[in-house]
């Protein structure tokens, strides 16, 4: 069962990636990356964790992406064959920024 529920995870990824690129035509999204999605028990909600190459610009895409959710989900469902298309709900991927902050204090033990 968990194979399966990673196997969608990883449809949905995929193809919400190839609906962002080819289909929305905004200049934000042109540097942007979907880096990891996290989907629910039941495969009814899929968070997904964007990126853009400008930091300061994440937070309007962001916006942008959750406005055209909707039409995103409606492409969504056109292109697998799923019981029930999941909602997206997109949010910032702050990982890299907790990576560097917990180098940042490795490198103030060692360096002591």
Do not use: C
């Amino acid at each position: 069962m968990a194979d399966k529920h990673k196997r969608i995870g990883t449809l949905v990824l995929r193809n919400v990636t190839d609906i962002i690129r080819k289909e929305l035509d905004y200049e934000l999204v042109s540097l942007s990356s979907i880096n990891e999605i996290k989907m629910n028990r039941d495969n009814s909600l899929a968070t997904l964790y964007v990126t853009h190459l400008v930091k300061e610009q994440t937070k309007p895409l962001i916006e942008y992406l959750n406005s055209k959710k909707g039409f995103i989900r409606q492409r969504l469902g056109k292109m697998m064959s799923i019981y029930k298309v999941p909602d997206l709900v997109f949010v910032e991927d702050d990982l890299y920024d907790k990576g560097a902050r917990i180098d940042d204090i490795l490198r103030g033990i060692y360096n002591k």
